[in-house]
């Protein structure tokens, strides 16, 4: 793994190349609206198709959205705790878990790589929908879009924290956390949009 950067750059402000060859290295790095507007336009699209295409009720297709939210929440989580933070004891594996999320954590401030590549993104958001149309049918219009929202909003959220100093209020405890979780202690603050389920599962950071 090469480090790219002015020798004068700390660390955190430099970035490290995964493929040598330019166009898969380009391929690895993304602006963080590209993603979050694919997730919100298809969303809306989602959406749309519920209110004319679906028979639930909209209040309970409200709750369908309110649950995929969540879902997408716990999701987040898990993923964190369980699989970017896995010990491997594989080459192969230690080499995906770096490329998943260590490199984040070397390179906390490179903010090409704070979200998956477009590509990804779209096969992700694709291959979720068949998966949900599979297990829920036409509810998928509703739960789907809350799922989707809640990944834009993770994704937001996590580029805020990493470009901007933390604001005061109820907002700064996402910064203090993600923060902790960074440069003190990895193995607590899993939730980037939401602190609920690092106190459901004990994983805050103590105080």
């Known amino acids: 793994m090469k480090k790219i950067g002015k020798l ?3 660390d955190n402000q430099a970035t490290a190349e995964i493929f040598k060859h330019p166009i898969l290295e380009k ?12 997730f919100l336009l298809l969303a ?7 209110w004319f295409y679906s028979h639930l009720p909209v209040g309970l297709g409200i709750l369908y959205f309110l649950a995929g939210y969540l879902a997408f929440t716990l999701m ?15 080459k192969w594996k ?3 878990q770096y490329s998943v ?7 906390p401030k490179d903010k090409k790589r704070l979200a998956m590549p477009p590509m990804l993104s779209v096969g992700y958001a694709v291959a979720l929908y068949y998966l949900f149309n599979f297990l829920m049918a036409e509810q998928v219009y509703y ?3 809350g799922f989707l929202s809640g990944y834009a909003s993770y994704l937001g959220i996590h580029y805020i924290i990493h470009a901007f100093p933390p604001p005061k209020g109820l907002f700064k405890v ?7 979780h960074h440069y003190k202690d990895p193995d607590v603050a899993f939730g980037v949009s939401t602190p609920l389920w690092d106190h459901v599962f004990g994983t805050s950071p103590k105080k």
């Open 143 to 145: 739960f789907l879009p």
């Open 76 to 90: 987040e989580y898990l993923m964190h705790r369980y699989f970017y933070h896995m010990n491997p004891i594989q």
């Open 8 to 10: 004068d750059k700390p």
């Open 101 to 107: 999320h260590g490199i984040h954590h070397d390179y």
């Open 27 to 38: 391929l690895t790095k993304t602006h963080i609206g590209i993603p979050i507007v694919l």
């Open 94 to 96: 230690k080499n995906i």
């Open 174 to 180: 996402l910064w203090v956390n993600h923060a902790i």
């Open 44 to 50: 809306g699209f989602l959406l749309y198709r519920a």
